[in-house]
């Protein structure tokens, strides 16, 4: 009997590892269609700006500072808003959801089995050093870039 809830536990440990794949795969994809159109055609171009945005950036001026005693240190005057970073840390963010959410699901056997005092542990143990989501995040702030790549070069001119 024990071992078959050991095996029990197995798959369920099994299906939130598909699980978590599959939605790390698809939420880079998400962020990738926003970046770069998927071609099936070897021969064009498979990298290119997408049609369709996934954010909206302003470009933002501040006010240049009379008071040359005041000077403040050199600050860009122009600038967009978000920020690439506040960009980033909000593409990341559902990547760091799923982290908690994975390590929130604890194995099934102590529910089981009952009678026996057994030990509650996560089912599918997870951090942002994993492969799967090191990848993950690597990929996300690599598509983040070079979506503002283009954006950066127009702010570069000013």
């Known amino acids: 009997m024990r071992r078959f809830f050991k095996r029990v536990d197995l798959i369920f440990r099994e299906s939130v590892k598909s699980l978590t794949e599959h939605n790390i795969k698809t939420w880079v994809n998400c962020c990738r269609n926003f970046v770069m159109?998927?071609?099936e055609d070897l021969s064009?171009?498979?990298?290119?700006t997408s049609?369709?945005?996934?954010?909206?950036?302003?470009?933002?001026?501040?006010?240049?500072n009379q008071d040359r005693k005041k000077r403040e240190p050199d600050t860009e005057l122009i600038y967009f808003e978000p920020s690439e970073d506040t960009i980033l840390k909000k593409l990341k963010e559902p990547l760091t959801w799923l982290i908690q959410g994975t390590n929130s699901f604890e194995n099934t056997e102590p529910d089981i089995v009952n009678m026996v005092n057994l030990e509650r542990k996560v089912s599918f143990p997870v951090d942002e050093k994993m492969p799967m989501f090191a990848k993950a995040f690597?990929?996300?702030?690599?598509y983040v870039n070079e979506g503002l790549k283009k954006p950066l070069e127009i702010l570069g001119k000013f």
């Open 37 to 39: 159109e998927q071609t």
């Open 44 to 48: 064009k171009p498979a990298w290119r």
């Open 51 to 64: 049609e369709k945005p996934l954010i909206q950036i302003e470009i933002k001026t501040k006010e240049r």
């Open 138 to 142: 690597e990929d996300v702030e690599y």
